[in-house]
């Protein structure tokens, strides 16, 4: 049995579960792109809180992408599930690949999304983390990993729908969780919804537009083009993607160092 018609329903149902944070000058709302947008819109609109994205990027097994052993995200934060790899027979070097693979389409879509637009201060807000549905978890307790080092005063995990072992797992390391339906046997998220098709990034860009989040101006929208189509790494780029720590207590000085050299080098390379 469906529970949602789509993502925008969803995310109306979940909202009715977060009318205390409505009106309210001290809460912002996180997408986790590109699904989590949909939802979150409608939270965002509910709430009257403004809207932006958090990118994270899932860690899938080599042979079933869809299956998530880690995940990594904005900030230089990453966390694998070690108990499962190495019951899968898993080791770091096998998810190389992924995680250089992975990293780039992370950086790519910081550039499209955020288009230069910086961070939002999380320090001593409520932040309500959205997404379309919850599996295994790996993805949002990046998110979370990434969030803690900008200081929130409240951090709230909202979804439509999940399995109980991740809302289990999550209520563990964020302050709620707040959940519409936890189905038992859970399947996974698309299950649970009439229409699950991909969300385009064309669909990401309209509703963070429509929240009034940034606009993108053509001449920008170019430059990102140029980027993305010439976006290759140097053996010196791809050792440092894949020394990310896999604490929590990454320096946050590090990162944009980073960034900043990898944006440089695409740039330079495709002149």
């Not at 959940?179 to 991909?198: I, L, M, N, R, S």
């Amino acid at each position: 049995m469906r529970l949602f018609r789509n993502r925008s329903e969803a995310g109306r149902r979940l909202a009715a579960q977060l009318s205390e944070f409505a009106g309210r000058t001290d809460v912002i709302v996180l997408a986790l792109p590109k699904g989590g947008v949909p939802v979150a819109a409608e939270v965002s609109s509910a709430l009257g809180a403004p809207l932006d994205v958090l990118v994270v990027r899932k860690i899938g097994v080599p042979w079933q992408p869809e299956f998530a052993v880690g995940a990594i995200a904005s900030g230089g934060m990453m966390v694998l599930d070690t108990e499962t790899m190495n019951e899968l027979g898993l080791t770091r070097a096998s998810l190389d690949p992924i995680l250089v693979a992975e990293q780039r389409e992370l950086m790519r879509r910081e550039s499209l999304y955020r288009g230069g637009r910086p961070f939002p201060t999380l320090e001593g807000q409520v932040v309500i983390v959205v997404d379309d549905g919850l599996a295994t978890g790996a993805t949002m307790q990046a998110a979370v990993a990434a969030l803690r080092t900008r200081g929130p005063a409240l951090v709230v995990v909202a979804v439509p729908v999940a399995s109980r072992s991740a809302c289990a797992m999550l209520d563990r390391v964020v302050d709620r969780v707040v959940c519409v339906a936890t189905p038992e046997p859970f399947y996974g998220v698309g299950v649970w919804y009439d229409d699950f098709d991909q969300t385009t990034d064309e669909e990401v860009l309209s509703l963070l537009a429509k929240q009034g989040y940034h606009k993108i101006h053509s001449k920008q929208k170019n430059i990102l083009e140029v980027i993305q189509d010439r976006v290759t790494f140097t053996e010196a780029e791809r050792k440092s993607v894949l020394k990310m720590s896999c604490s929590r207590n990454v320096t946050r000085s590090a990162t944009p160092a980073f960034w900043a050299l990898s944006v440089a080098s695409f740039t330079s390379r495709g002149s």
